[in-house]
């Protein structure tokens, strides 16, 4: 059973950092391909960033570029997502997410495996 564990939310001010984190077990990591979406109130769960299986390639949503880095540990099975210059909006559930598919990929509907949310709130 493919398990996600999302942590390292919370609430910080405008303008500051957080660094969340997701450790994936019952798949070999080095084989998955990963995610981060998020989940404003009262709007649809929208892509965030996405990484490779080796961590070579990387693509994120216009709105976090440049602020936001994703990065993975494949010996830890875990993914991260350092998110800096945080904003208002970024205010969310964010969700990490594994796919057994080769690549970049931006769609809810191409991932697998799902974690349980993690809560980042931001304060203006």
């Known amino acids: 059973q493919v398990q996600l564990v999302e942590s390292g939310g919370g609430l910080v001010q405008a303008g500051g950092a957080l660094r969340l984190s997701c450790t994936v077990s019952?798949?070999?990591?080095?084989?998955?391909?990963m995610g981060w979406f998020r989940q404003a109130p009262g709007k649809e769960r929208e892509f965030v960033s996405t990484i490779n299986r080796s961590g070579s390639s990387t693509y994120y949503a216009d709105s976090v570029k440049g602020r936001f880095t994703i990065s993975r540990d494949n010996a830890k099975s875990t993914v991260y997502l350092q998110m800096n210059s945080l904003k208002f909006e970024d205010t969310a559930v964010y969700y990490c997410?594994?796919?057994?598919?080769?690549?970049?990929?931006?769609?809810?509907?191409?991932?697998?495996?799902w974690g349980q949310g993690t809560q980042v709130t931001v304060s203006s």
């Open positions: 997410a594994a796919t057994t598919r080769y690549g970049l990929f931006t769609r809810r509907d191409e991932y697998n495996y």
């Open positions: 019952g798949r070999t990591f080095g084989n998955t391909g």
